[in-house]
């Protein structure tokens, strides 16, 4: 069964900056098509649970408190791009918005809730390296498209 790297707290795993998850309510329609690996790079990478809410601020990365954890942003998205060079995963579903894994939306460096088109720290080092990112938002769609039947049925 193919795999596929996702983040942790989209499997329900509490992983979140105030410790709790993201939990999407399409895993199980998941599980049925491929193995799924989760991975929470902010974890990995060294930041503890439950942390500082944290933002991208061009290269770096910083906590509300002013804490530059770039290096630890950085650590987490080489480790996800080894486990995926490791295991043969081409695909990574990761959650929106977040500094680390937000695929097509950040929020702008200012903790005012503001969001910009932008990517996480992990996404952008994934996508560098070829791997493909979508984002939870995009589930149902990327399903469709693996399971051709269900598309002729919804039209
Ligand atoms: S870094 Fe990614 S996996 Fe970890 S809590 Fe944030 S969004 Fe979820």
Known sequence: MEKILISACLVGDNVKYDGTNNKSSLIDELLKDFELI???????GGLSIPRDKSE???ERVVSEKGRDVTRQFSFGAEMAYNICLYLGIKVAILKETSPSCGVHE???GRFT???IKGRGYTTEYLEQKGIKV??????????????????EESK
Not at 38 to 44: G, H, K, Q, R, S
Not at 134 to 151: C, V
Request: net charge negative.
């Open 38 to 44: 989760p991975f929470c790079p902010e974890v990995e």
């Open 56 to 58: 991208r601020l061009g």
């Open 106 to 108: 950040i929020y702008d």
């Open 134 to 151: 979508i984002s939870e938002n995009e589930i149902e769609d990327f399903l469709k498209e693996i399971r051709p039947e269900e598309k």
């Open 113 to 115: 809730h503001r969001k």
